[in-house]
């Protein structure tokens, strides 16, 4: 899997100071697409065993306290990262306690294939949906337009936008 930018601290993306990670690879070219760069799974740079560690030990940093992991993109869900996705994701439930998991996907919950819902079952939030420019809302919180549907797939969260 490749990425396009990594963010150790951030506050923009999710509730909370997070560590935010937009990977490379989309198919579902909505029209208005912020982020077409990111569409070819091939651009960016590889997202390597030491970025793996870099998120994990950002995310236990007791220095700047993080709530959690942001996954974005490009589409975390994309078929050829679920692999790397689903290892990331498994770790950081394992290693990152109390930590919480948000993913933005253009996918809806509904159409989740197998294989994306085995990550699906280590995030907490849910942000699904493509982004339809006709609904774009810029008053949404954590969403682009209002066919989006936020998804609260745990308990482990104390924000609900
Ligand atoms: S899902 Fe996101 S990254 Fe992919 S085309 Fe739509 S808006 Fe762009």
């Known amino acids: 899997m490749n990425y396009h930018q990594y963010f150790p601290i951030d506050v923009v993306n999710g509730p909370g100071t997070r560590v935010t990670l937009f990977v490379s690879g989309c198919e579902h070219q909505c029209r208005g697409c912020y982020n077409q760069s990111t569409w070819n799974p091939c651009s960016g740079h590889l997202f390597d065993q030491a970025m793996i560690e870099q998120v994990i030990k950002d995310l236990n940093d ?14 975390p869900l994309y078929p050829q990262n679920l692999d790397d996705i689903l290892a990331l994701v498994q770790r950081v439930k394992n290693e990152c306690p109390g930590k919480d998991i948000w993913l933005w996907t253009g996918y809806t919950l509904d159409e989740l294939t197998p294989a994306q819902r085995a990550v699906i079952a280590y995030v907490d939030v849910l942000v699904d949906g493509k982004f339809e420019q006709s609904l774009a809302d810029p008053s949404l919180v954590f969403r682009g337009s209002s066919n989006q549907v936020i998804h609260y797939l745990s308990d482990n969260h104390e924000f609900k936008a």
């Open 62 to 75: 007791t220095r700047i306290k993080r709530r959690g992991l942001s996954l974005s993109g490009g589409d």
